[in-house]
């Protein structure tokens, strides 16, 4: 309906290779690993995710028989997150020369376009923090979202100007404790939903495919959309809770139904502030789950929650837990 990336002609400076008129029976065939090494050096993500999850649950699986294996791909996986820390510390440089490249050629009525992309994800965002995340709050368990709001409001706050996940756990335990979230539930919860609950980088990826591929021209298939949901959520379950790290992902994105990453230089100028947005929409997303789940387990003193009683643990009672 907004079509960000319309009148934001980007056919000439490179080619797409969006294949539109592939069935549903060929994607999921596609998806299928024949080669997973030959995948990853074609940039043909899915089958590289599906083969990972693949052995990801045989790992989990075996568990002390598979130990030396497991090993490996953790230290690899902390090798490649260093090696992106270092990438990222030079990446403003080599995003004003591609921002200066792309600007060069557009002019500036590429301005306009990328103000709407900006607009689409922000209305994306406001959508999942303040319409789906407290549906869910009241269908599921009948509390108030406002109460919930008002009281988590600094926490949001908090990642807002972080842009960090990770950063956010300790407050975001603290809050939930005042909120009469139980430690044992929450401990849990909100390490695991800064690593894997990424709600914005989710919505962050789609909005950002759809301006690429109206940029380019490319009037996207329903195989190629179902491709992008399903590679956006796996991406963003991937993505550390980091700032910016969703551009790396974005990527993958990207090359999963052959749009030119061109785009993306674009979209780096301006990714930061969109980054801190999302990135208290996560925290929102995961205490809002934890909560979800308290209740259902009947680990939530409900008495707390609706401020007819002070919270009894202290910050530094959860600190040292």
């Known amino acids: 309906m907004i079509k960000p990336g319309a009148g934001l002609n980007m056919a ?5 290779n969006v294949t539109t008129n592939v069935t549903v029976t060929g994607t999921v065939l596609n998806m299928i690993p024949d080669n997973p090494f030959n995948a990853l050096a074609n940039g043909d993500m899915l089958p ?17 028989e598979t130990q030396l ?24 440089i080599g995003i004003f020369c591609l921002m200066a490249k792309t600007f060069a050629s557009l002019g500036f009525e590429g301005l306009m376009p990328l103000a709407k992309y900006v607009g689409c994800v922000l209305l994306g965002l406001a ?15 009948r509390l108030n979202p406002i109460k919930f709001f008002k009281k988590f409001i600094s926490v949001m706050f908090f990642a807002f100007s972080s842009s960090t996940s990770n950063a956010t756990i300790p407050l975001n335990l603290e809050k939930l404790s005042a909120l009469g979230v139980s430690r044992e539930v929450s ?6 939903g800064a690593t894997i609950n990424m709600d914005g980088t989710a919505i962050m990826q789609g909005c950002a495919v ?29 993505t550390a809770g980091v700032p910016s790290v969703g551009l790396i992902t974005l990527n993958m994105v990207f090359n999963s139904i052959g749009l030119p990453v061109d785009a993306i230089g674009i979209i780096m100028g301006i990714d930061h502030l969109l980054d801190m947005f999302r990135t208290a929409v996560n925290v929102t997303g995961d205490a809002i789950c934890t909560i979800i789940v308290s209740f259902k387990n ?24």
Not at 225 to 234: K, N
Not at 298 to 321: C, H, R, V, Y
């Open 69 to 92: 294996v497991n090993d490996f791909f953790t230290q690899g996986n902390r090798i490649m997150m260093e090696m992106t820390h270092i990438v990222m510390k030079f990446a403003p």
């Open 48 to 64: 590289v995710i599906i083969f990972g999850l693949l052995i990801g649950i045989i790992l989990a699986k075996l568990r002390e």
């Open 127 to 141: 959508i999942q923090a303040f319409i789906v995340y407290p549906s869910l709050l009241v269908i599921l368990t």
């Open 12 to 16: 000439s400076l490179a080619k797409s």
């Open 210 to 238: 759809m301006f690429a591929a109206q940029a380019y021209g490319m009037d996207l298939g329903l195989t190629a959309l179902l491709t992008v949901i399903f590679t956006a959520v796996m991406a963003s379950i991937g």
């Open 298 to 321: 009947k680990s939530i003193d409900l008495d707390i929650f609706n401020g007819k009683k002070a919270p009894e643990e202290t910050w530094d009672d959860i600190t040292q837990f």
């Open 187 to 192: 401990s849990f919860t909100i390490p695991l």
